[in-house]
Each structure stands twice: as C-alpha cells, then as structure tokens.
C-alpha cells in the first residue's frame, strides 16, 4: 500500500456515478447512492490537527465506531498547538490509491481540488471541520453532505469570517450545515443566520488532567510563584503583545510564564515548552494561577486545568472564564491592581479565601469532564451524522432519489479550467439539472447565484510568456484608480463573487505612488487564490512584492501549486519596514497541468502586496 494505513475489511462497494449527457460546455452528472462506504456506522473526514483534539475527540469518533480519515498537517509554518505526529498507520477502507492521494494533499494551506472533491464526496458520509472557518468555506463550496463545524471560541465573530469568504448562501441554503460551539456563551453575539444553526456540544480536557484531579489540594510544599499564561511569544504577534503586557504589569519575580515556545526566550519569567508530567508538577506545586486575558468569547486551557488539579485560579472581569463562573466571584479581579491582591493571598496561604475561591469555580472542572461532555458529543454527533442504513445505501434528496449539481466548463475539452461545481442556490440539495447548451452568460450568472468559484478564463497569450512576465495580481481582482476598475476585457471575469478575492482592499501607496493590496493585522486568509492557470513547460519564478508591518515574523506565505499539489513556495517574513521581494523557482513539466498561484496570510501582521508575479525563467 503506497499510502500506508491499516486496511479494514473493505465494506459495500461504493455507487457508480451516472454520467450524464454531455454538451458542448457543460457536463450534467448525476450521483445515486450511498456517499460512504466505510465499515461500521460510516466514514467521517476529520479536518484538524489541534494536539488536544486529537488525542480527544478524533479518539472517540473512532471509539464509537466511525471509520476516520484524518489528513496530515502539511505547513512550512509553525504553530504550538499541533499534533507533532501523524498516524499513517490509522485504520481505513479507503482504496490504497485514495488514501495516498489524502495523506498528500494540504487540505491546510489549498483549496480543494475538483478530483479531491469529488473524492470527499464518494467515499465521506461527513465531514467535522475544527476550528477554522476558512476550512469549513472550502468544504462548503465542494461538499454536499453533512458538513459539521465545530468551534471552541474565536477572538472574532465567525459569522463575519463566513460572510467575508462568501459562503453564507451555502450555510443559509443546506439542512445540513451545523455549527456547534462549545458554549452558548460563544455565540450569543453571532448574526441569527448561524446562530440558528448552532448546536452546542462541550470539549474535555485530555484524561491525564483528570487522572490528577485534586493533587494541588494534597501538596504541602508549595512554592511561591503564580502561573500565567503566555505561550507562542515569538511566533505570534497577538501573543507578543500579552507578553509585553504581562511585562508591564505583572513583571514581579513570583509570576511564571507558562506555554508552548517554539524558540528559546531570554526571560527568566517564561518557562517554556514542559513536558506534561513536569507540567502537572508545576501546577501542583505553585500558590495559585492569574488568568490575564479579557476576551468574552474564548477560555484558555490552562487555568481550567489548574481548577481539576484543585488550586485557585484569580481572573480578569469580562474573560468567558469569569462569565462561566459567574458575576462577582472571589476569584474576580476587577483591575490590575485587584488581580495583585488576590494572588498575594494566595502567596500569602489564606486558607479561608483560598477555599473560597476554589469553592465557587468547582462547577468549571465539570463543564471540561470527559463524564459530563461525551454523553453530550456521542448523542449529537449521531443525530448530525445519521446512521448508515443496514442496506448500506443512503438516501438521496429528490423523489427519484437523486443528487443531482452541473459542472461547468470553460471550453468544450475543459482544458483551461478544472471543473467547478456550480450550486443553484434556490434549491441547494438537488439543483436544478439543466438540459441545454449553456453559454458563457448564463454559466457566469449561475456562478455569480450561487456564491461559489465559477470557471477560470483561459489565459491565453498572457501565459505564453517567452521570457515575460504576468502580474496575476493585477490580472486576477484588477487594479482600482480611482473609482474605475482596470480589469483586460479578457479577464473581466477572473474574478467571481467569492472565489478569488478573500481578503483585503485597494489603497493608494504613497511611495509606490499606486495602488497595493492590503490587509490589517487579525485579518487571517487568502488574499489571492488563484487562478487556475495553464503554463508552457519550463523554469518559473514566483516573485511578491510586499510589505509586512511587523519583522522576523512568519506573516503567511505565497506559493504555487499544480491540482493541488504544492511545486513551492516562500514564507512572507520581513527583515526591514520596506517593500521586499520574496521569490520561489519552480518547474512546469506539463502543460495541461492547472496551476494556482496564492498568498496566504495568517493574520499576525498587515500586509501590502504591490504584485504577484510569475517570470519565465531562460532555460
């Protein structure tokens, strides 16, 4: 097996698809059948790659029987809160072949090719996508089936990131899309449109916590220090700044930095990265724990672990955690200066406020307990997945039992675009089958309807570059002068709604003395994404101009990849305030390859791009 994997006994084979008539530039297909064909209760695609998750909720999709396929973390950029490993021994049904094709394809980093798509939707009854919201547009734009997000609190509203992606439609117009948040409090402030899909299933701690619960309260040598949370302080400008707050403010000897680094940090307050026995012994061991953050939509771990180890935990007013606990606990700090009063009282072992306070926030420790949250996730997960049919066939929307969607083409041998499904909104499960030639407006109308990626244009002479260059930035989303567009009459529609443009706005540079592509800090996403391009055989550079606004720090990265494959690419990290090139080389060694060209940025710092260019190299 070139894919590895531990094969299961292969279930009922998968349902053919139909194929439909073909016209001059639309193909019509037809898919009757069961969509999953793994054993048990089915097979579910697991879009994640959190280290806690992993060990938690992967497990026990598995545990209840479901076969899970989960894809590797595929990234040149850091974070700490990935699973360091990857089980390409997990076990599966999947063909070999198929598996392969999964387990080397960045399902991180790329949009979703047509021939994973088409995969995802023959061999998935579901896919559980964690975290992310961008991750869930890819799969709402190619996925027909259940389509499960899950959420563990955001900084941002995730309504206002779906509405960027231009997914909203999607979510509005499926019975299948279910967003399911960790607690109501998260999503209180989320437009009706999703909150009328919310489901809220809770999220455990890792069984090692519990397997320690209440050793703070037997230790009789504890030392001094108070713990608080700053992890990633290098990496992430978001957590650079706590840092630097916490220097401000919290710089006395007895704090210790607790968290992940993915670098060695010259403080004597930080820590660093522990190994999890050492971890637990830590918490045991100190006075107390300060929560510092004030967000009222997300609760780091680390203070609830310390509530299941049995110690007192002070915090900020307005964080969730304070919301969770309720208004007005002795643990509540209500300014900085409030926060040094309840941490020296731990340090100094009042043992009557000490109980008090670990008194009120016990309740905590049960929202995060394996024993109240998997009776919760195992009830709801089925009903969103649905059981498999003992005929081993699922139901199909329609009356004749049929799932029917178009795919649309640029030209009759399709061989400038890949096939793009195209989603007629009205009626999202079984769209309209449409039965004559379709030309190029009414194809550009229904993927301008359905909110979706429509066809790329042929590049045609644009591509042919014999030693030129092509300025796909400018070519994809155009470049603004005043409040004209200048967009080549042949790529007017490079652009369809929703696909291309993710991110960022046109905004004149003072030096350039034109227009940049721009994008503030937080903002996290694709500022290009695409086209899908043909190139003639050869040696390429792939060249951005940018400028980021903070240095020695990965803000994203540019890259260029082939039906979903990355040739290369460069991380966008600056070693001075002004605008730099950062290039990549890669070959082309077929023609009729799709190439996508793509800026990623993760939202540490903002960015100005003043063009994406792909050179023809001599060679």
Same mark, same amino acid.
């Given at each position: 097996m070139t894919g590895a994997g531990r094969?299961?006994?292969?279930?009922?084979p998968p349902a053919s698809y139909e194929a439909g008539v073909g016209?001059?530039?639309?193909?019509?297909?037809?898919v009757q059948g069961d969509r999953g064909v793994g054993a048990g209760k089915g097979r579910i695609f697991w879009f994640g790659a959190h280290k806690l998750l992993v060990g938690t909720e992967l497990a026990r999709l598995r545990a209840l029987g479901y076969e899970v396929f989960n894809p590797p973390y595929l990234s040149h950029i850091p974070d700490q809160s990935v699973a360091s490993t990857w089980d390409r021994n997990q076990p599966t049904t999947l063909p070999p072949e198929v598996f392969d094709k999964l387990s080397k394809y960045n399902f991180f980093y790329n949009s979703i090719s047509p021939e994973i798509? #088409?995969? /995802?939707?023959?061999? &998935?009854?579901?896919?559980?996508?964690?975290?992310?919201?961008?991750?869930?547009?890819?799969?709402l734009r190619v996925y027909d089936g259940p389509c499960i997000f899950r959420a563990y609190g955001?900084?941002?509203?995730?309504?206002d990131e779906f509405e960027l992606c231009g997914v909203r439609p999607l979510i509005e117009n499926r019975d299948n899309f279910h967003f399911c948040p960790h607690s109501d409090k998260t999503m209180e402030a989320e437009a009706d449109w999703l909150r009328s899909r919310g489901t809220v299933i809770p999220y455990c701690l890792s069984e090692d916590i519990f397997q320690?619960?209440?050793?703070?309260?037997?230790?009789?040598?504890?030392?001094?220090?108070?713990?608080?949370?700053?992890?990633?302080?290098?990496?992430?400008?978001?957590?650079?700044?706590?840092? #630097?707050? /916490?220097?401000?403010? &919290?710089?006395?000897?007895h704090f210790k930095y607790c968290g992940v680094q993915l670098v060695d940090i010259d403080d004597d307050h930080v820590v660093g990265s522990l190994e999890r026995r050492k971890q637990i012994g830590m918490f045991a061991d100190a006075s107390g724990y300060l929560y510092t953050y004030r967000d009222p939509r997300v609760c780091y771990l680390p203070p609830v672990e310390m509530i299941v180890l049995g110690g007192p935990v002070a915090y900020l007013s307005g964080s969730l955690l304070a919301r969770h606990i309720g208004k007005g606990g002795p643990g509540e700090a209500a300014s900085v200066m409030d926060a040094h009063r309840i941490v020296n009282a731990f340090r100094a072992k009042d043992h009557v406020f000490i109980d008090e306070v670990r008194q009120s926030q016990q309740h905590i420790a049960t929202l995060y307990d394996p024993a109240h949250v998997w009776p919760i996730f195992d009830r709801e997960m089925a009903r969103m997945i649905g059981g498999r049919p003992a005929s081993g066939t699922r139901p199909q929307p329609g009356a004749d039992g049929r799932r029917r969607f178009v795919r649309a083409f640029i030209d009759p041998a399709g061989q400038h675009s890949p096939a793009q499904r195209i989603r007629q909104i009205a009626d999202a499960l079984s769209a309209t089958v449409i039965e004559a030639p379709v030309g190029d407006e009414v194809r550009n109308h229904l993927a301008a309807v359905a909110g979706t990626a429509g066809p790329w244009p042929a590049l045609q002479e644009a591509v042919r570059l014999n030693g030129g260059a092509v300025d796909f930035l400018e070519r994809a989303i155009g470049r603004r002068s005043g409040k004209q567009q200048t967009v080549d009459d042949l790529h007017r529609d490079f652009a369809p709604p929703g696909s291309i443009l993710r991110l960022g706005r046109w905004e004149m540079?003072?030096?350039?003395?034109?227009?940049?592509?721009?994008?503030?800090?937080?903002?996290?996403?694709f500022l290009l994404f695409g086209p899908f391009a043909t190139l003639p055989e050869g040696h390429y550079r792939l060249e951005v101009m940018g400028r980021i606004s903070a240095t020695h720090i990965p803000a994203g990265c540019a890259d260029v990849s082939c039906d979903g494959t990355v040739l290369a690419s460069v991380t966008l990290e600056s070693?001075?305030?002004?605008?730099?090139?950062?290039?990549?080389?890669?070959?082309?060694?077929?023609?009729?390859?799709?190439y996508e060209f793509r800026i990623f940025t993760n939202g540490s710092a903002a960015l100005s791009i003043e063009r994406l260019t792909v050179i023809k190299l001599s060679d």
């Amino acid at each position: 097996m070139t894919g590895a994997g531990r094969h299961l006994e292969q279930a009922d084979p998968p349902a053919s698809y139909e194929a439909g008539v073909g016209l001059d530039n639309l193909e019509i297909v037809m898919v009757q059948g069961d969509r999953g064909v793994g054993a048990g209760k089915g097979r579910i695609f697991w879009f994640g790659a959190h280290k806690l998750l992993v060990g938690t909720e992967l497990a026990r999709l598995r545990a209840l029987g479901y076969e899970v396929f989960n894809p590797p973390y595929l990234s040149h950029i850091p974070d700490q809160s990935v699973a360091s490993t990857w089980d390409r021994n997990q076990p599966t049904t999947l063909p070999p072949e198929v598996f392969d094709k999964l387990s080397k394809y960045n399902f991180f980093y790329n949009s979703i090719s047509p021939e994973i798509a #088409d995969i /995802l939707n023959s061999q &998935f009854d579901a896919v559980v996508v964690t975290i992310v919201a961008r991750w869930t547009a890819e799969i709402l734009r190619v996925y027909d089936g259940p389509c499960i997000f899950r959420a563990y609190g955001q900084t941002h509203l995730l309504s206002d990131e779906f509405e960027l992606c231009g997914v909203r439609p999607l979510i509005e117009n499926r019975d299948n899309f279910h967003f399911c948040p960790h607690s109501d409090k998260t999503m209180e402030a989320e437009a009706d449109w999703l909150r009328s899909r919310g489901t809220v299933i809770p999220y455990c701690l890792s069984e090692d916590i519990f397997q320690h619960r209440g050793i703070w309260a037997a230790s009789t040598d504890r030392n001094d220090s108070i713990l608080v949370t700053a992890p990633n302080i290098l990496g992430n400008p978001f957590h650079r700044a706590h840092y #630097d707050f /916490l220097k401000e403010f &919290f710089h006395q000897k007895h704090f210790k930095y607790c968290g992940v680094q993915l670098v060695d940090i010259d403080d004597d307050h930080v820590v660093g990265s522990l190994e999890r026995r050492k971890q637990i012994g830590m918490f045991a061991d100190a006075s107390g724990y300060l929560y510092t953050y004030r967000d009222p939509r997300v609760c780091y771990l680390p203070p609830v672990e310390m509530i299941v180890l049995g110690g007192p935990v002070a915090y900020l007013s307005g964080s969730l955690l304070a919301r969770h606990i309720g208004k007005g606990g002795p643990g509540e700090a209500a300014s900085v200066m409030d926060a040094h009063r309840i941490v020296n009282a731990f340090r100094a072992k009042d043992h009557v406020f000490i109980d008090e306070v670990r008194q009120s926030q016990q309740h905590i420790a049960t929202l995060y307990d394996p024993a109240h949250v998997w009776p919760i996730f195992d009830r709801e997960m089925a009903r969103m997945i649905g059981g498999r049919p003992a005929s081993g066939t699922r139901p199909q929307p329609g009356a004749d039992g049929r799932r029917r969607f178009v795919r649309a083409f640029i030209d009759p041998a399709g061989q400038h675009s890949p096939a793009q499904r195209i989603r007629q909104i009205a009626d999202a499960l079984s769209a309209t089958v449409i039965e004559a030639p379709v030309g190029d407006e009414v194809r550009n109308h229904l993927a301008a309807v359905a909110g979706t990626a429509g066809p790329w244009p042929a590049l045609q002479e644009a591509v042919r570059l014999n030693g030129g260059a092509v300025d796909f930035l400018e070519r994809a989303i155009g470049r603004r002068s005043g409040k004209q567009q200048t967009v080549d009459d042949l790529h007017r529609d490079f652009a369809p709604p929703g696909s291309i443009l993710r991110l960022g706005r046109w905004e004149m540079d003072d030096v350039l003395k034109r227009q940049v592509r721009v994008t503030d800090q937080g903002e996290a996403g694709f500022l290009l994404f695409g086209p899908f391009a043909t190139l003639p055989e050869g040696h390429y550079r792939l060249e951005v101009m940018g400028r980021i606004s903070a240095t020695h720090i990965p803000a994203g990265c540019a890259d260029v990849s082939c039906d979903g494959t990355v040739l290369a690419s460069v991380t966008l990290e600056s070693t001075s305030p002004q605008y730099e090139r950062f290039t990549c080389d890669f070959h082309v060694g077929r023609s009729d390859g799709k190439y996508e060209f793509r800026i990623f940025t993760n939202g540490s710092a903002a960015l100005s791009i003043e063009r994406l260019t792909v050179i023809k190299l001599s060679d």
